[in-house]
């Protein structure tokens, strides 16, 4: 399902009463360009055990686990549902608080399974933090595939949409080298690795240690209880 056509269909007055209720500035995605225009990295490992294992871990695995905190991005401290339900269906949506105290959104766009593969697509926008700033949203999928003899390969592709009409996207092609080369292929690229060897190392039955406490942690706890408590009073959502 294309972005557009998930973005068309969604339902803004329900979107509104979703922001209300927290107190956050909920903005609407913008509408998308092509993927194949999309700053885009792949990182894949092959976990030595069947699909339906790895997948059942990956279900019981939370995003605070999932994604590795010993880079120089922020971890996830905690998530916060903007939907009824689970975050797993088309659609579904929740707010992700991150270990610096900044957040984000992210709404599940495509979540199939067959006999031998499995794909999970979200979008993520209204990034906080300040190196989100550059960024309009950014498009995750998983692509999971049955091997064979117990392994599963599991592909990780982020694309990415600048923002060209404010600073530093509106250097055109200079930001886009310093963007690629400095964040997506260095930085991000770093913790889709790590990720994945952690995801790997929990499936395979070999846990790696837990990022132990930290004021930065601590900040990013004290963010998703200010949601939790709806303490965020900044504003009604504004929409563009």
């Known amino acids: 399902m294309a972005i557009e056509t998930a973005l068309r269909t969604a339902d803004r007055g329900r979107e509104a009463n979703e922001g209300l209720r927290v107190g956050l500035r909920i903005r609407r995605i913008p509408p998308s360009r092509r993927l194949n225009s999309l700053f885009s990295r792949t990182e894949e490992i092959i976990i030595n055990r069947p699909l339906d294992v790895v ?50 959104v992210e709404e599940v766009l495509e979540n199939v399974r067959d006999k031998n593969s499995a794909q999970f697509r979200y979008v993520v926008w209204n990034y906080t933090s300040e190196k989100g700033r550059p960024i309009v949203y950014g498009v995750g999928h998983f692509v999971r595939t049955d091997l064979g003899s117990g392994r599963t390969r599991v592909q990780w592709t982020y694309s990415f949409q600048l923002n060209r009409r404010r600073f530093p996207g509106d250097l055109g092609r200079i930001w886009d080298f310093l963007f690629r080369i400095g964040f997506l292929d260095r930085e991000y690229a770093e913790m889709m690795r790590r990720s994945l060897a952690g995801s790997k190392a929990r499936t395979e039955g070999n846990t790696p240690v837990v990022a132990s406490w930290s004021n930065k942690v601590g900040r990013g706890v004290l963010c998703y209880v200010g949601v939790r408590l709806e303490g965020y009073r900044n504003g009604s959502p504004q929409f563009h």
Do not use: F, Q, W
């Open 55 to 104: 997948l059942d871990a990956e279900a019981k695995t939370s995003l605070e686990r999932t994604i590795d905190r010993n880079t120089s991005l922020p971890g996830v401290s905690g998530t916060h549902m903007l939907t009824g339900g689970d975050y797993g269906p088309p659609g579904s949506r929740r707010l992700t608080c991150l270990t610096d105290g900044s957040t984000l």
